[in-house]
C-alpha cells in the first residue's frame, strides 16, 4: 500500500558528531519491511529521550479520536549496556481543539503483543479496532498519547520481548522525547498505561523511573492483563501457578513460544544465541514465518501445522531460560507512585492466578494500588472494561490526590470463569 510520508527532520543540534549508528546483521530479529523513516543512518544521538525525526501518520494509521498524529524515532538506552544508544519508534497523539494552559497531561502508552518482526510496529499498522475505541476514549477526556513501539520493532535488531527493563527504558524515553519535540503542547504530567506485555512496560517504567529518568514527572500507573513477575516478594502471599500454557486455544500456544525464544531469550545475546542450533526442523517453517508475521497471523498460522511446544525445540533450554527470566524478572516492586490494575477473571492468556500474585508482592511492598476484578472479561475485553475504574484513578493522581489502596480486601481471583459473551 502507498502510504503519504511528509518527513521533517529537526534540528542537527540533537546529534554530537560521530559514526552513525551500526547494527550488525541478524538473520532471526525479524528486521525489514519497512519503511527508510525506521532507519536512522545519521549521527549517534548524545544522550537518551532526543527526538530524531518526525513525520506524519497517514490516517488509517491514527487514531479516529485524534487531532493530529504524528510518527516518532527517538533515542533511548541500551537495556543491556547503558554506554550504548539505540533507535526507537513509535507515534504521538494529540487531542482535538487546543492544549490547555501548561499543556495536555501525557499518557504513555505501551502496547500489548504484536510479535517480533519490524512489520509488528504499532506506528507502522492500523491499530486494532479495540486500541482504537480505548486510546481514543483518553484523548477525548483531554490527554495526548506518546505510545512506543519498543526496541527491535520498527527499527533494527532483536525486540526483547517481556524484557521489562528494556521495555520500561523505551517508555521513558518516548516522554522525554516528545516534551522536548512539543513544547508548550505537553505537560510533564505523565502516567504509564499498558495491556499485556505493555503492563509489564508500563509498570517497569513508573520502577525505573526514580533512577533513570528523575526528570520526569510520573503520577501512575494503570495496568491491565499484566504480564510481570518478580522473585522479590518480600514474603507476599503467593498461589501456584498452573502449567505455562493454558489457553483454550492450545494450538496457538507455539506461537507465543517461538517469540519468547527470539525476543525474551535471544535478546540477552543476539550473536551468541542462535535459532538453527536450537529450533527442531518441526520448527523451522515457524520460526522463519515470525520474520515477517505478526501475532494474529502467526498463531493462525500455528495452528495450522498443529505444532505443540513440546517439539519447538531440538535441544533443551532451560540454562538459557534461567539467564533470560532473571533478567526480565522485576528485581523488585517497591514503585513510588499509585498503580491501578485491572484483571478479567475469564483471562486465559495472562494467568488471573500470576497477576494476583503479582499485585500481592506490590502490596508487600508497600505500594497504593488499587485493584480491580471483572467477572467474566478476558485477557482482550478487560481493556475497554476497566474504564468503568481507571478514568477517576487517573483524574486523581494528576492532581495528586489520594486514591484507594486496596492492598488490604485484595483475594486470590478464584478458577478461571467462563469468558462473557
Given at each position: 500500500?502507498?502510504r ?6 529537526l534540528a542537527a543540534?540533537?546529534m ?5 549508528l ?13 519503511t ?13 529521550g532526543?527526538?530524531l525525526?518526525?513525520e506524519?501518520?497517514?490516517?488509517e494509521?491514527a ?24 533507535t ?21 502508552w ?10 509488528c ?7 486494532s479496532?479495540r ?22 520493532l520498527?527499527?533494527p535488531?532483536?525486540?526483547p520481548?517481556l524484557?521489562?527493563?528494556?521495555e ?5 524515553d518516548?516522554?522525554r ?9 505537553l ?5 504509564t498505561?499498558g ?5 509489564g512496560a508500563a509498570?517497569a517504567a ?18 491491565t492483563g499484566?504480564v510481570?513477575h ?7 502471599p ?14 496457538g ?13 535471544r535478546?540477552?545475546d ?18 522463519e ?10 498463531r493462525?498460522?500455528?495452528r ?26 522485576f ?24 497477576q ?13 494500588v488499587?485493584?480491580?476484578?471483572y467477572?467474566?472479561?478476558t ?10 475504574d ?5 483524574e486523581?493522581v ?19 470463569q467462563d469468558?462473557?459473551?
Amino acid at each position: 500500500m502507498l502510504r503519504t510520508r511528509l518527513s521533517c527532520l529537526l534540528a542537527a543540534a540533537a546529534m554530537v558528531a560521530g559514526p552513525a549508528l551500526a547494527q550488525p546483521a541478524d538473520p532471526w530479529a525479524g528486521d525489514g519491511g519497512v519503511t527508510p523513516f525506521y532507519r536512522w543512518t545519521g549521527a549517534a544521538p548524545a544522550l537518551p529521550g532526543m527526538m530524531l525525526r518526525r513525520e506524519t501518520l497517514p490516517a488509517e494509521d491514527a487514531l479516529a479520536g485524534a487531532g493530529r498524529a504524528e510518527r516518532i524515532l527517538y533515542s533511548s538506552t541500551d537495556w543491556l549496556d547503558a554506554k550504548k544508544m539505540v533507535t526507537v519508534s513509535g507515534a504521538v497523539f494529540f487531542p482535538k481543539g487546543a492544549p490547555p494552559a501548561g499543556g495536555w497531561p501525557v499518557i504513555a502508552w505501551a502496547h500489548g503483543t504484536t510479535g517480533v518482526a519490524d512489520v509488528c510496529a504499532p506506528s507502522f499498522v492500523p491499530r486494532s479496532e479495540r486500541d482504537q475505541q480505548y486510546l481514543s476514549a483518553w484523548l477525548e477526556a483531554g490527554y495526548a498519547i506518546v505510545a512506543t513501539d519498543y526496541a527491535g520493532l520498527g527499527t533494527p535488531g532483536p525486540h526483547p520481548y517481556l524484557q521489562s527493563r528494556s521495555e520500561g527504558l523505551a517508555v521513558l524515553d518516548s516522554v522525554r522525547a516528545v516534551l522536548k519535540a512539543y513544547p508548550g503542547q505537553l505537560a510533564n504530567k505523565v502516567v504509564t498505561m499498558g495491556q499485556s506485555q505493555g503492563s509489564g512496560a508500563a509498570l517497569a517504567a513508573a520502577y525505573w523511573a526514580p533512577a533513570y529518568a528523575p526528570d520526569l514527572k510520573i503520577k501512575g500507573t494503570v495496568a491491565t492483563g499484566v504480564v510481570a513477575h518478580t522473585n522479590n516478594t518480600r514474603g507476599a502471599p503467593q498461589e501456584e501457578v498452573p502449567s505455562l500454557y493454558t489457553d483454550r486455544d492450545a494450538g496457538g500456544n507455539a506461537a507465543y513460544e517461538i517469540l519468547y525464544f527470539l525476543g525474551t531469550v535471544r535478546s540477552i545475546d543476539p550473536q551468541g544465541i542462535r535459532a538453527e542450533d536450537y529450533i527442531a526442523q518441526a520448527g523451522q517453517p515457524l520460526l522463519e514465518k515470525a520474520q515477517t508475521t505478526c501475532m494474529g497471523g502467526l498463531r493462525t498460522f500455528a495452528r495450522e501445522i498443529a505444532l505443540p511446544v513440546s517439539k519447538l525445540y531440538s535441544r533443551p533450554i532451560d540454562a538459557l531460560e534461567a539467564r533470560a527470566d532473571a533478567l526480565s524478572d522485576f528485581p523488585d516492586v517497591k514503585i513510588p507512585t499509585p498503580v491501578f490494575v485491572g484483571t478479567g477473571l475469564a483471562d486465559s492468556d495472562a494467568q488471573t492466578v500470576s497477576q494476583y500474585n503479582f499485585v500481592s508482592a506490590m502490596c508487600a511492598a508497600g505500594n497504593t494500588v488499587e485493584w480491580r476484578y471483572y467477572p467474566h472479561a478476558t485477557h482482550g475485553s478487560a481493556v475497554m472494561r476497566s474504564r468503568a475504574d481507571s478514568p477517576a484513578f487517573v483524574e486523581k493522581v494528576l492532581h495528586d490526590k489520594p486514591v484507594a489502596n486496596l492492598c488490604s480486601s485484595l483475594v486470590p481471583p478464584g478458577p478461571l470463569q467462563d469468558p462473557e459473551g
